[in-house]
């Protein structure tokens, strides 16, 4: 028998508490859509390094554009949006680091015998200019999606031959051309040949184009700062060698304290470079990853004659990215071998002030050996001295009772010579004992 929702107890109800992130994540899946190109199109593709307070002013620049035109501005916390004007098309993308701009027009087809990308960039600047520049302009693209009927002639016309790179994509349906090279305007011009690719995947495909010229440039940003690290870290080296050299040799804790601080001196240098470089070189092997996956995407087949954009970058842009691992991995293996070299030098250190400690405890123990001997030494004068002190009170003391004749009164003599003598072993064992009494309290104390 079929159950109703009603008989499973399934009807209106509480709403299910959702994870606050969950609505930016799925957004996430759709934040940069593809869009349908027909063929013929010419896009200019141009993107800015901006900071997190450039990113916001290039949010304020398009909702500025748009409400000027009367067009429906990005929704808040939206990282794109698209606009139509007239038969063109603005498509703005906020990146982490970047902002992109692509316009995308409207192109007659080619007369036979004529070259794609007439007019120049240059006559479109006007419109590029209308939004405010958020930031400095790193990647400039002019990208013409043409039916397939340019030669190869006007391809060497078009591009550097010695620089151009050429292959067949998504299977054969199209193919795409480029030198890397910037024209007069400043744009890298891309040629995109349709040979029945169909709306979407021409779509695609460009947009595919565009971010590997976009992450190629981006991604090549940390080689400068690896040419900039380089000499830095080349002199590092240099001086940890002859801090090593000079460890072998080095007596002495003042020496050796000075060698440790210099070696600390490095190490601090060496970490702020590699704290400063972390992100810039993280950044160029993400980028350096997502260029490979776009090339992977659009299956590209050789041209004879001609390298693929695979082959191109290998060989053009794969050094640069050696570069920064070089020198991303020499920042890592000086880092550890200047704390091996400082804890070589601190046990050093350690053990000579664990050997100095030693001279000045066995130096403290004769000090101390010594003044208990001039103490008890002190001790048995002053009991010598406190006991003639005591006798000769007892002396006094008998002369004064003979001589005023109180021993007569008392039916004896008093010798006071006698009685002194008497008294002084009684004054020294009486003396030694409240001075060894004395001496045993503070030993308690202690």
């Not at 030693?358 to 004068?381: C, F, H, K, P, Y």
């Not at 003639?388 to 005023?404: D, N, P, R």
Request: net charge negative; aromatic share 6%.
């Amino acid at each position: 028998m079929a159950l109703g929702a009603a008989d499973i107890g399934i009807g209106e109800g509480r709403a299910l508490a959702a994870h606050p992130l969950r609505a930016s994540v799925l957004a996430e899946l759709h934040a940069r859509p593809f869009f349908p190109a027909v063929t013929p199109r010419r896009f200019l593709h141009v993107a800015f390094l901006t900071d997190p307070t450039n990113a916001q002013a290039a949010r304020i620049g398009v909702e500025a554009f748009c409400a000027a035109r009367g067009l429906a501005p990005p929704v808040p916390g939206a990282k794109h949006h698209r606009v139509e004007l007239g038969g063109a098309t603005l498509r703005w993308e906020s990146h982490a680091e970047f902002s992109t701009y692509t316009w995308d027009f409207p192109s007659a087809e080619t007369p036979p015998g004529e070259l794609p990308f007439h007019p120049p960039a240059s006559s479109f600047t006007g419109a590029l200019a209308e939004i405010p520049q958020p930031g400095l302009l790193l990647v400039a693209v002019d990208l013409h999606l043409v039916a397939d009927t340019a030669e190869d002639f006007q391809l060497n016309a078009l591009f550097d031959r010695a620089s151009l790179a050429r292959a067949d994509v998504n299977d054969g349906a199209g193919e795409i051309a480029t030198d890397f090279k910037p024209d007069p305007a400043g744009f890298v011009r891309i040629l995109v040949r349709d040979r029945g690719l169909g709306p979407e995947a021409a779509g695609a495909l460009v947009q595919r184009v565009l971010e590997i010229e976009t992450y190629r440039l981006l991604a090549l940003l940390g080689l400068p700062e690896a040419q900039r690290l380089a000499p830095e870290i080349a002199r590092i080296e240099a001086q940890l060698a002859r801090l090593t050299g000079a460890m072998r040799q080095s007596e002495g804790l003042a020496a050796n304290n000075r060698m440790l601080d210099e070696l600390v001196a490095l190490s601090a240098e060496l970490e702020a470079d590699a704290t400063a470089s972390l992100f810039r070189f993280g950044a160029s092997r993400a980028y350096q990853e997502i260029v490979r996956l776009r090339l992977a995407t659009i299956r590209e087949q050789a041209v004879p004659g001609f390298p693929t954009w695979q082959q191109f970058l290998d060989r053009r842009m794969a050094p640069a990215m050696r570069t920064c691992v070089t020198v991303e991995e020499r920042q890592a293996n000086i880092s550890a071998k200047l704390a091996r070299a400082a804890d070589l030098l601190r046990t050093r250190v350690d053990v000579e002030v664990e050997q100095q400690n030693r001279d000045l405890l066995a130096s403290m123990n004769e000090r101390t050996r010594l003044q208990l001997r001039l103490q008890r030494t002190v001790e048995g004068l002053s009991v010598a001295a406190i006991s003639y002190y005591v006798a000769s009170l007892v002396h006094l003391l008998a002369e004064g009772i003979h001589e005023g004749g109180v021993d007569a009164h008392l039916g004896f003599t008093l010798d006071a010579g006698f009685v002194t003598a008497l008294a002084v072993p009684v004054a020294v064992l009486m003396v030694w004992w409240m001075v060894r009494r004395i001496r045993r309290a503070h030993e308690d104390h202690d």
